[in-house]
């Protein structure tokens, strides 16, 4: 297995020399933090260009490895979770929490992807009553979500295949036990990059 320091660079090498993040940081950019031993610097231009750049599941790989190797537990999570949308598509919805007077959640969540609550996406049991889906779920640029809250989501269902049929602007409903606590507006729905 390799040092943190060799896949990055490696990383980097996984990128087209013109890929370049929304800020205007470049491939040679992250080169440049390598040479200084900005590690931690490298890796975080190296996931904001990929946000923006396809890249294949070995490169998260990558970053994962190199994150955990440096103790950057949420930041090896989010590399992970990136990974997995490369394999298995990317769904992003805008969520509303209820507030706790309101029958919802009594306190916040890490939104770091490790809370897997059920989903009502419309799927039916063989008998026709309500099913539930299981999905992780991320919270984008917050590290806790907590009741009356409103935040963009991204969602890694632990069966994608029942999730195909999602659409841009459909609501679905997010629950503890069967009892509604968010609901969630899709805003993007994008298929696997492999």
Known sequence: MHDAFTLLRQAVNL????????????????????????WEVALGMLIEIADVHPVPV??????????RQMMLD?????CEW?????????????????????????????????LRPLWDIGNRSADGRQGLNVARLWVEFAP?????????????PLQ???WRHLRRGDVITMHETQSVVGLAEIIEVLPPHV
């Open 15 to 38: 990128l087209p020399e013109d890929a370049v993040a929304e800020n205007g940081q470049t491939a040679g950019d992250v080169r440049g933090d390598i040479e200084f031993e900005e």
């Open 58 to 67: 070995g490169f998260w790989e990558m970053l994962a490895e190199a994150a």
């Open 74 to 78: 949420r930041s090896r999570r989010w």
């Open 82 to 114: 990136r990974g997995w949308e490369v394999e298995h598509g990317t769904i992003r919805a805008t969520l509303t929490l209820l507030g706790a007077d309101e029958g919802g959640r009594q306190g916040a969540f890490s939104g770091d992807g490790r």
């Open 144 to 156: 806790e979500f907590g009741p009356g809250e409103t935040a963009d989501v991204r969602l890694a």
């Open 160 to 162: 994608p295949e029942q």
